[in-house]
């Protein structure tokens, strides 16, 4: 099919889905760095993370070396309710630009949670229900995750307990709603339902929360309940392998069509549909088989990869988690009231922090104004409205192909496209308004929280 017209939207079928999830692990040669017991300092074993996570996830998640996990039948069919996603060929965003790059976008935002998230939280629910588990508590920050395991809790008929960041419960009341729809129960965080949430509340008053602090709150509930586990929704192990789905779809189509992307981009949260996209071409270039650039793109107002250190640290503010090796601003960091919800995460996957530091991907950070002219630009040209958090990814794609413009270069581009900014309109609505800030961290307020880092040995 080489010389064929690349279609705009290059289908597979249900066969041309992945049956197994890829584990980029298996492939690395300087593994991350164990997760270890907050108290002993030593790497934590099967035994204590179940008494947080579901038992199959907690094998998925200290295996460092099987290549592949099948792929449950329940879950494969769940998936093709709305995979595989598109993936599309920005033959009009290319026309507008006048680049000779050739630009690609993997579009997860085709389902009711509007973002990739659904791909793990159907696994997570899978094997909670599987355990015979009662329910799952959660956090979510922007509510994408929320909503995304509030669908998959009520397929699987489990309860689903949501912590949410305070500021998105105020500021986003219809995805509450919609959570509430799936029969999630939603607590702004943090509360007084919680011993960690009660702490939090009296150090810091009028806190309108993190990431940080719902997720202690969600595992305190979670190991104080009778048949609860906890699930997360991103930067740990587990996650990015579900992940894989994305990845491996998109090889599949572009393999297809004999296209191999020179540059493949994708923000980076907490690292899930980055690490997800690129793992089948970080596979390939791990085993000396091809070569490709990865570009993790970050908000300037929380820029873990490009501005924290590599280091031990908390993956939540109350300190309750098992500690990971990581690249992070410090667990207390509470990064500026941006309106990209998903990406506010003071730390990143081992996994990608990993392969930052062996200098195997690239991370930028762009500020906020610039990302919106980007979603702007591209909604107006390519008929999907996009996802703050997703408009990172398109901020660094049109910058790449701009400069392909300047070069002649006909490069290709691949950039995930996570989601949909449906529920993101105040934001937009600030940006067209010219309320939106910029605000960026200064070296000595990073500092603050950076000497506050654990020190392991
Ligand atoms: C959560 C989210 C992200 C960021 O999470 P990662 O784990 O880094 O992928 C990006 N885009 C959307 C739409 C999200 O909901």
């Not at 033959?91 to 976008?105: N, Q, W």
């Amino acid at each position: 099919m080489k010389n064929e017209k690349i279609p705009y939207n290059i289908y597979l079928n249900e066969a041309e889905m992945p049956t197994a999830w890829y584990n980029l692990r298996a492939d690395m040669k300087n593994k991350p760095a164990p997760l270890l017991n907050p108290a002993t300092h030593l790497p934590v074993t099967e035994n204590e993370l179940s008494n947080i996570f579901c038992e199959e996830l907690v094998k998925q998640e200290l295996d460092c070396d099987t290549p592949y996990f099948e792929i449950p039948e329940e879950i494969r069919n769940f998936y093709k309710m709305y995979r595989p996603s598109p993936l599309v060929r920005a033959y009009c965003l290319e026309k507008k630009l006048d680049t000779p790059a050739h630009i690609y976008y993997k579009f997860e935002g085709n389902n009711t949670s509007g973002s990739h998230k659904l791909n793990s939280a159907i696994a997570q629910a899978y094997y909670a229900k599987k355990q015979g588990l009662k329910g799952v508590t959660t956090e979510t920050g922007a509510g994408q995750w929320g909503t995304a395991l509030s669908m998959a809790c009520s397929y699987f008929d489990l309860e689903c307990k949501v912590f949410m960041v305070k500021c998105s419960y105020e500021q986003k009341p219809f995805r509450r709603e919609v959570m509430r729809t799936y029969g999630a129960s939603v607590t702004p965080s943090p509360s007084t339902e919680t011993e960690v949430g009660k702490k939090i509340l009296k150090e810091h008053p009028g806190t309108t929360g993190s990431l940080g602090c719902a997720i202690s709150e969600a595992v305190e509930k979670a190991v104080t309940s009778e048949g609860y586990r906890y699930v997360l929704g991103s930067v740990l192990n587990q996650v990015l392998l579900h992940q894989t789905v994305i990845g491996l779809e998109t090889k599949t189509a572009l393999d297809k069509y004999g296209i191999k992307p020179d540059i493949i981009i994708g923000c980076a949260g907490g690292g899930s549909n980055l690490g997800g996209l690129i793992a089948p071409f970080m596979g390939e270039k791990l085993r000396g088989e091809a070569d490709y650039r990865f570009i993790a793109v970050e908000p300037a107002s929380c820029p873990s990869l490009t501005r924290g250190v590599f280091a031990y640290d908390f993956c939540d503010t109350g300190k309750v988690c098992p500690l990971a090796k990581m690249y992070t601003l410090g667990c207390d960091f509470i990064p500026s009231a941006n309106h990209a919800g998903g990406l506010r995460y003071h730390g990143m996957s081992s996994i990608l922090s990993q392969l930052y530091h062996d200098g195997l991907m690239e991370a930028v950070s762009v500020a906020q104004t610039n990302v919106f002219d980007a979603a702007e630009q591209f909604a107006r040209i390519e008929g999907i409205l996009p996802a703050p958090e997703s408009s990172h990814a398109i901020r660094v794609a049109i910058d790449e192909a701009l400069k392909c413009k300047e070069t002649g270069e006909e490069k290709t581009i691949v950039f995930g496209l996570t989601g949909t900014g449906y529920f993101d309109m105040v934001a937009y609505e600030k940006y067209h308004n010219k309320e939106m800030s910029d605000y960026i961290p200064t070296d000595d307020e990073l500092k603050v929280y950076l000497d506050k880092l654990p020190s392991i040995d």
